[in-house]
């Protein structure tokens, strides 16, 4: 089919990029809504409802099976309720601590990912992907300041340890998903699962946020910089989300998906631009060695 025939190699990558600027530009922007009073479980449920419309639009247009099997719908809730509690993580940290430095933790996922799968059974690490493990470790070290952190006698900033903390699980969870969608849902269609995926993050989130158990969850924004940030927040992210799928089948996304890791460098880029958020000359150079590392397992793989 003509439809499936990849793009060029240099417009498939212009589209990656493209797409991990969106992904960080809606972490700018939920920064930005949460500055100004917007709920947490309010920004996932316009997220994830948004752009489950959109998927849904796009699985009935394709007239996708929805047929699954008792233990495929039983991995596949998993699947949803993992990737709930990621999003929860992932705006949690990035409401405490600059955008960059919450997304280069969370990028660690690679490396959990590759060693829940030995854990599990897998191939064991071979000796160069466990010193690019290192170096991407080291990395991280400079990202986060340890040295100069240990060195100091300030108190440690309560919200930055939780913002770290929030990162490290959203990144951990989404290891587990990762495992999850290559070993036990590998044969769902893509746009299938992640329609599915999303109804079940909107069905938590609506059922977290009629519990009451998050003190201002749905709290709506309290100014109009908040109502944009929002919207652009949902636009950015459903954008990209959307796009990635439609297009996914020309992008020869196994050989071109490193580009993706590119987001925490866009994010670091934006949230100096936009949010005035600097990090130093050493966490840049951590960040730096964290994605190409990261880049370099993926190529590996």
Known sequence: MQGSTPFPRHI????????????????????????????????????????????????????????????????????????????????????????ALALLVVNLSPILLALLTWALGGPAPTRQALGIMGVILFGLVLVLDVPGRLSSSAAPDGEWIAGILFSLTAAGVFAVALWITEHRLSSLAGSVRSMLTLAVVFSASTLLGASGLIPGGLSLPGASVGWIALACLVLLYGAAFSTLFICMPRLNIARNAPVMNMEPVAGMVLGWLILGQVLGVLQVVGGLIVVGGIVALAYRR
């Open 12 to 99: 498939a990558v212009l589209i990656l990029a493209s797409l991990a600027c969106s992904f960080a530009g809606n972490h700018i922007a939920a920064r930005i809504a949460f500055d100004h009073d917007t709920g947490l479980l309010l920004a996932m449920l316009a997220r994830a409802g948004v752009t489950l419309l959109v998927l849904v639009a796009l699985v009935l247009w394709r007239r996708e099976s929805l047929q699954l099997g008792r233990a495929t719908w039983g991995w596949q809730i998993l699947l949803g309720l993992l990737i709930a509690i990621q999003s929860f993580c992932i705006y949690s940290a990035v409401a405490r601590i600059p955008v």
